[in-house]
């Protein structure tokens, strides 16, 4: 075995738990979008389909250290996206049994296997949600398409019910044999309007100061250890290292949570970044967007910085990663403890597997034009040929692209049209 391959097969404890990953090596949540939904029948949404179950048993012959599912929604009628996998108190749904059988799925080989809980709050889409709920009435403006209504601040009542339907979900994922939860406090849902200045103008014991803002983070957590009452039970966080906004949630904020969720005992951190409202104020115009390519190399640079102040909590960076030679030089320098990969496991659902053997050393490349929207709807598609038991699209062949780019601009027209037309003036 190859010095790279050692560092990366190289087991590790988590501190709090005791919980132990096989490898460096974790699946990062990405949105299935493979669960049961009725537009109509409300108690029809969010159950566990064959087809998830056969995506995660898929996954789970690739030896990753970790599974984290995409995001599971605390509320049926709050969704990040139709075919989002549910568990609300308020439906008839046998959820023990369900998700078993998805963990089963998942651990069936030795993989740790995480659920990540969410609540998309103001990032909702009207079609689903046309009253969302948020930290205060912040609008989230339109993104890749899609139309979002003007929340309403949440009462105290309603953040308590918040709080203890989280908690509610994760007892009911630690009865069906899950190994912890991942509470999403990134990307501009739910937990991250709450940590954020932008979206988050309240003038009560939840609003203000980053103690304030935080109070729900935290009191999620401790309602979970209290629920739950199992020490061996993984509680991660998602968190934003920034995000890249103005008025957002700021690098600094970002590395006072780490340390408090670690006195808290949280086992795992992943940073990530950003929101779906990347566009920064007119006063910044001379650079709208901050790169997708920038961000991510940010990730990495921000848990270098974060290293010296975290000394239990493990910690994961997702984005970017495609080399195993990167892979490992990142833990071996204690930059990252776990490498996250999200898009390259769409491509290649078997990639740690033969990273580790030494039979590739990086991930499969693709000839997509620049942009995130349409690399996230091509990875989306291979999800769901890998639950469909299909060949996954090669997506390094440009013959492949093209077919695909055609299909979505038939399908998403005006999306598309910005996409490309974004890419066309960033080339010229």
Known sequence: MSRTAHILAQPIMFPFSGKIAKNRFMKSAMSERLATFSTYDSDERGQPTEELIRLYDTWSRGDIGILITGNIQIKHDHLEATGNAIIDWDLPSDYVDEFSKLARAAKARGSLVIGQLSHPGRQVSINIQPYPESASDIEQPPAGGVVFGRPSPLTRPAIQDIVDRFAFSACVLHQAGFDGVQLHAAHGFLLAQFLSRRTNQ???????????????L???????????????????????????????????????????????????????????????????????????????????????????????????????????????????ERAADIIGLGRPLTAEPLLVKELIAGEKTQAKGDKFPEGQLIRMAAAASQIAEIGNGMDITDFDNGFNVSRFLAKLQKEMPATMSEALSSHNSIRR
């Open 218 to 332: 935290f009191q999620i957590i401790a309602a979970i250890r209290t629920t739950v009452n199992d020490p061996k039970f993984i509680i991660s966080v998602k968190l934003n290292s920034q995000d890249f906004t103005q008025d957002g949630f700021s690098a600094n904020e970002s590395r006072e949570i780490a340390m408090r969720l670690e006195q808290a005992g949280v086992d795992l951190i992943e940073l990530s970044g950003g929101t779906y409202e990347l566009a920064i104020s007119s006063s910044h115009s001379a650079q709208e967007r901050t790169p997708a390519v920038a961000r991510e190399a940010y990730f990495l640079d921000f848990a270098e910085q974060l290293r010296p102040h975290i000394k239990r909590t493990k910690v994961a960076v997702t984005g970017g990663f495609r080399s195993a030679a990167i892979m490992a030089k990142a833990v071996d």
């Open 202 to 216: 309240r003038k009560d014991e939840f609003g203000g100061t980053l103690a304030n803002r935080s109070r729900l």
